[in-house]
C-alpha cells in the first residue's frame, strides 16, 4: 500500500505562479503522474517523472525527487480556465502488476 | 477514433439491485482499471485487470464485480451488497509498461434512489 498527500486546497490570482506539492511512501516506486480533472469530467494528463528532475511542458512543469518521496507541479501564467482538481497518482509495482494509486487531489482556485 | 468508451453516462439503481456498467476500449490496451470517485475526492482503485481472464481487486473492491472475457471489454456490476454506491465510476486502459499514461473513458454517474 501506499500513501499520498496533497493539499485540499489552494487559491491563486489569473497571472500568478503556483506550485502544488505531493508526498509520497510506497514500495515499488515506477513514476509519478499528474492529472488534471474539471468538475464531472475524467482526469487529463498533464505529466509524467521516473527520473530526479524537472520536466518541462510549456506553462506547466514537473518536479520529482524520489529519495525524499516528493514532487511538485509547477503552473505559470495562470489562467482562469486553470481551475481545477489537480491529482497527483504513483506508480507502484509489485510481482509483475503495476497499479495507479491517486491522492485525492488539490481543487485549484484562480480569481480575476 | 480510437477511446474508452464508457455507458450509460447517467444511471439511476434502486436500492437491492445490481448494475452493470460498460466499459469497451479500441486502444489494444492490455490492462484496464475501474476507479470510483466521491466529491471532493480522489479516485480509489476498485478492480484491475492485466489480461484477458484475469483481473486483481484494488483498494474498495468489495460489493463489486468485474469480467474480463475480451481484451476490448471490462464491465463492472455493482451489486446490492455495496451500501453506498452513489458515486462518479472512471474506468481506464493503459499499455502494461511503466511510464505508459493511462486513458480514462468519460465516466459514468450512478445514483441510488
Known amino acids: 500500500g501506499q500513501n499520498i498527500d496533497q493539499p485540499t486546497e489552494m487559491t491563486a490570482t489569473e497571472g500568478a505562479i503556483v506550485q502544488i506539492n505531493c508526498t509520497y511512501q510506497?514500495?515499488?516506486?515506477?513514476?509519478l503522474f499528474w492529472y488534471q480533472q474539471h468538475a464531472g469530467e475524467a482526469p487529463t494528463f498533464l505529466s509524467y517523472?521516473?527520473?530526479?528532475g524537472l520536466e518541462e511542458k510549456g506553462r506547466f512543469s514537473s518536479f520529482l525527487s524520489r529519495s525524499k518521496g516528493y514532487s511538485y507541479l509547477l503552473l505559470k501564467e495562470l489562467q482562469m480556465k486553470d481551475s481545477a482538481s489537480y491529482l497527483c497518482a504513483v506508480v507502484e509495482g509489485n510481482s509483475g502488476y503495476s497499479t495507479l494509486t491517486f491522492g485525492k487531489g488539490t481543487m485549484l482556485l484562480v480569481s480575476p | 477514433d480510437g477511446g474508452i468508451t464508457q455507458s450509460p453516462k447517467y444511471l439511476f439503481r434502486k436500492e437491492g439491485q445490481n448494475v452493470t456498467l460498460s466499459c469497451e476500449q479500441n486502444l489494444n490496451h492490455d490492462a484496464m482499471y475501474w476507479y470510483r470517485q466521491d466529491p471532493g475526492q480522489g479516485l480509489r482503485l476498485i478492480y484491475y485487470s492485466q489480461i484477458v481472464n484475469d483481473f486483481q481487486k484494488g483498494d474498495i473492491a468489495e460489493g463489486y464485480s468485474v469480467s474480463r472475457e475480451k481484451k476490448e471489454s471490462f464491465p463492472l456490476t455493482v451489486t446490492s451488497a455495496q451500501k453506498n454506491p452513489t458515486a462518479f465510476y472512471l474506468c481506464?486502459?493503459?499499455?502494461?509498461?511503466?511510464?505508459?499514461?493511462?486513458?480514462f473513458g468519460e465516466g459514468s454517474w450512478l445514483t441510488v434512489v
Open positions: 510506497t514500495s515499488g516506486f515506477n513514476g
Open positions: 517523472n521516473v527520473l530526479d
Open positions: 481506464a486502459s493503459s499499455i502494461w509498461t511503466s511510464g505508459n499514461t493511462i486513458y
